[in-house]
């Protein structure tokens, strides 16, 4: 008797106990910070596309709204590694990918999606319009013709078709990564992703982008042109809700750029949120989930570089890259400038 009365004693502190854990939960981890808009973006690229975003959030916008209007600055430009002149696969051809996510958990993602300038539009549609996550190559075309995107035509920019002719020279199909690039301090102008420039740093083909609106809410967004010169019918990290980008409206939001392959082992921006939901900061969390990486591959992970970028509910901002030459672009209501990352190596 004695037995079952301690049994249910210690049912009864345990049930209560569950429901109390519950009750702190239910209101998130951090407080709704309120009127303190903020975005971060990946690369240099991204103080032209956190331009675009601060247009909405200050404004008082939304933050879904921000970081598409954003990466679309990114898509516009005529660059290697975002959009329809960027790098092409081994057989000439660009296919983008992108994702997006917003503050209630809902999401969006296109792959392998031809002639289309805006994917990170498409994969909006995909999340408001229909019952799916993901929509992939021909099908992901003609959901976007049916929403009345138009069929462009291709034109490499003169950086790409550069380097795809010089590339065509061996036809490699893996990963181009010690390539020196001859262009000083610019990412966005290598011959592939991730790769090493000339002064030591690494490239990208990405950005990714999460911001933080007046109302306290968090949305992502993630799009890339993917690795240049890879196989047909790639896909990296980008286009997928939880190695890509992910956000958690409780917590934080992440994004990540480089070797996709590796990121999606390890769940690599879902990895972030939920150590920082852990209690981490967002460079610790980013940090963690880069030392994992390297965990996994060892020596190998000198060879390759992945980054990281997070932002918590707190506002507050980190980032964690495995090789040197990790950037990115901060924009609040009290600075708008450049950050570089610590890294690993």
Known sequence: MSNRRKFLRSSFL????????????????????????????????????????????????RALDAVETG????????????????NPDRDGFVTLDACIMDEKGNCGSVGFLERIKHPISVARRVMEKTPHVMLVGSGAQQFAVAEGFHLEEQKLSDDAKKAYEQWLKKSEYKPVINIENTRSGGAGHGPSAPTRLSNGDWNHDTIGMVAMDAAGDLSGSCTTSGMGFKMRGRLGDSPIIGAGLFVDNEVGACTATGQGEDVIRMCGSHTVVELMRQGMSPEQACKAAVERIIRIKG?????????????????????????????????????????TAKSWY
């Open 14 to 61: 345990s049930s209560f106990g569950l429901l109390l854990g519950r009750k702190l939960h239910a209101g998130g981890p951090y407080p709704r910070l309120a009127g303190n808009p903020v975005v971060i973006s990946t690369w240099d690229t991204g103080l032209a596309a956190n331009a675009g975003a601060w247009k909405i959030l200050g404004s008082n916008g």
């Open 299 to 339: 020596e190998k992970a000198k060879e390759i570089q992945v980054a990281f970028l997070a932002l918590n509910k707190k506002g507050e901002t980190g980032a964690f890259a495995i090789q040197k030459g990790f950037s990115y672009a901060l924009k609040n209501n009290k600075e708008e400038r450049m950050y």
């Open 71 to 86: 990466v679309r600055v990114t898509e516009d430009e005529i660059n290697c590694c975002v959009g329809l002149g960027a």
